[in-house]
């Protein structure tokens, strides 16, 4: 049973850092890339960053380009982002997020397993 | 980047009744265009990928048809639990978008 764990969220004030963590069971992890995602309160879905299975292709929404860095540890079977300069519209539920289409880079694939899950809340 | 407009933004029906949801692209994402069903409280699910494929577990009242700018999901007996919200996804292109939401309330 493919499993995604997200960790890391919390209350945070704005211009500080937090560092999301998605532990993940049940699937060759270093096959697909991986993605995260958020729902801000209110909002719709927003594709947040994603690393391909190699790491050799990242992307980033341009809402959070220049502040937000993602990694893996294929070892761990581990997804991370680092988020600095937080700002209160980053406030949101962020999901951690695996790609269905085995060895493909970034795009032209589909999300086929979500977490739960980790709120993020950026308020002074 | 590749904007998505989706519409309606909601829509009201009854259970039995057959419903129509589009998503258009800003510019050809050839079939790369998934479908998503999200309801309060629990992840979202992939419904369909490649505008027309069926992920596993999904009913068959659900599908996709487009290629190129537009595209529609069409449920074509409503039942109780699909009243949810529906985003449609480019994957064509980095940054992926989705659509703005379409919110299904019964009627």
């Known amino acids: 049973e493919v499993q995604l764990v997200e960790s890391g969220g919390g209350l945070v004030q704005p211009g500080r850092s937090l560092r999301l963590s998605c532990a993940t069971s049940g699937f060759t992890f270093d096959d697909y890339a991986m993605h995260w995602v958020r729902q801000g309160p209110g909002k719709g879905l927003e594709w947040v960053s994603g690393?391909?299975?190699?790491?050799?292709?990242?992307g980033y929404a341009d809402s959070v380009k220049g502040r937000f860095t993602i990694s893996r540890d294929n070892a761990k079977n581990s997804l991370n982002l680092r988020m600095n300069s937080l700002r209160t519209e980053d406030t949101a539920l962020y999901y951690c997020v695996k790609d269905r289409a085995i060895r493909r880079w970034l795009a032209r694939g589909a999300f086929d397993y979500w977490g739960q899950g980790t709120l993020v809340t950026v308020s002074s | 980047d590749i904007q998505m407009t989706q519409s309606p933004s909601s829509l009201s029906a009854s259970v039995g009744d057959r419903v129509t949801i589009t998503c258009r692209a800003s510019q050809s994402i050839n079939n790369y265009l998934n479908w998503y069903q999200l309801k309060s409280g629990t992840a979202p699910k992939l419904l369909l990928y490649a505008a027309s494929s069926l992920q596993s577990g999904v009913p068959s009242r659900f599908s996709g048809s487009g290629s190129g700018t537009d595209f529609t999901l069409t449920i074509s007996s409503l039942q109780p639990e699909d009243f949810a919200t529906y985003y449609c996804q480019q994957s064509y292109s980095t940054p992926i978008i989705f659509g703005q939401g379409t919110r299904l309330q019964i009627k």
């Open positions: 690393i391909s299975w190699n790491s050799q292709s990242i």
